[in-house]
């Protein structure tokens, strides 16, 4: 079990995170698959929800993803990713110090649908949950990553007229869902 997690949950809640932890891949996935339904996931135009490649998709089988929500794809494009609902990405780490997580998105499709589509769903490994800014400093190599991204709640800006508006530059609501163990999923 992670010791950072406690701390790294009320510090994401605290800038108006979502923060759902579970024991293993299967139960996150079913909470997932619960959550995209929930909030009207759907074929019909801008109610879909693009999901980008990632350790925890492996041993997934995505056709019957795709048949237990329809409208979920996971073929990111830039026009799929504007006109989804729901984005879901997996995370490299989380600081427990900031309630933040980092990414790397070097991979332009891992940028699109955490920042395209209003709601972002974001996935970590409760192991990758580290102290502070400096864990995360030693973990990252310059020369094999091109673009980080940090991730501290929903998007949020004030710089208009000093009134704090939600989601005006990204998602206006983010979902972290912790799992203990990234065990294979079947379904």
Same mark, same amino acid.
């Given at each position: 079990m992670n010791s950072h997690f406690e701390a790294f949950k009320t510090r994401a809640e605290a800038v108006s995170a979502e923060v759902h932890r579970f024991t293993g891949k299967e139960e996150a996935l079913a909470f997932i698959l619960a959550f995209l339904k929930e909030?009207? &996931? !759907? @074929? #019909?135009p801008e109610c879909g929800a693009v999901w !980008?490649? %990632?350790p925890f998709l492996e041993g997934a089988r995505s056709e019957e993803l795709r048949a237990? &929500?329809? +409208? *979920?794809?996971f073929e990111v494009t830039r026009e799929g990713s504007a006109a989804a609902k729901v984005g879901i990405s997996?995370? @490299?780490? #989380?600081? #427990? %110090?900031? +309630?933040? *997580?980092v990414q790397d998105a070097t991979g332009v499709e891992k940028r699109l649908v955490s920042t395209l589509p209003p709601i972002h769903v974001a996935l970590i490994g409760a192991d990758r949950i580290l102290e502070d800014m400096g864990g995360v400093l030693e973990r990252l190599r310059p020369d094999q990553l091109n673009?980080? !991204?940090f991730i501290? +709640?929903?998007s949020r800006t004030a710089d208009i007229e000093r009134v704090l508006t939600i989601g005006v530059h990204g998602p206006g609501r983010l979902i972290i869902v912790v799992v203990d163990a990234f065990e294979e &999923?079947? #379904?």
């Amino acid at each position: 079990m992670n010791s950072h997690f406690e701390a790294f949950k009320t510090r994401a809640e605290a800038v108006s995170a979502e923060v759902h932890r579970f024991t293993g891949k299967e139960e996150a996935l079913a909470f997932i698959l619960a959550f995209l339904k929930e909030a009207g &996931v !759907s @074929d #019909a135009p801008e109610c879909g929800a693009v999901w !980008s490649a %990632g350790p925890f998709l492996e041993g997934a089988r995505s056709e019957e993803l795709r048949a237990k &929500v329809p +409208g *979920l794809t996971f073929e990111v494009t830039r026009e799929g990713s504007a006109a989804a609902k729901v984005g879901i990405s997996q995370m @490299d780490w #989380a600081i #427990a %110090g900031t +309630g933040t *997580l980092v990414q790397d998105a070097t991979g332009v499709e891992k940028r699109l649908v955490s920042t395209l589509p209003p709601i972002h769903v974001a996935l970590i490994g409760a192991d990758r949950i580290l102290e502070d800014m400096g864990g995360v400093l030693e973990r990252l190599r310059p020369d094999q990553l091109n673009y980080i !991204s940090f991730i501290t +709640g929903p998007s949020r800006t004030a710089d208009i007229e000093r009134v704090l508006t939600i989601g005006v530059h990204g998602p206006g609501r983010l979902i972290i869902v912790v799992v203990d163990a990234f065990e294979e &999923v079947t #379904a």
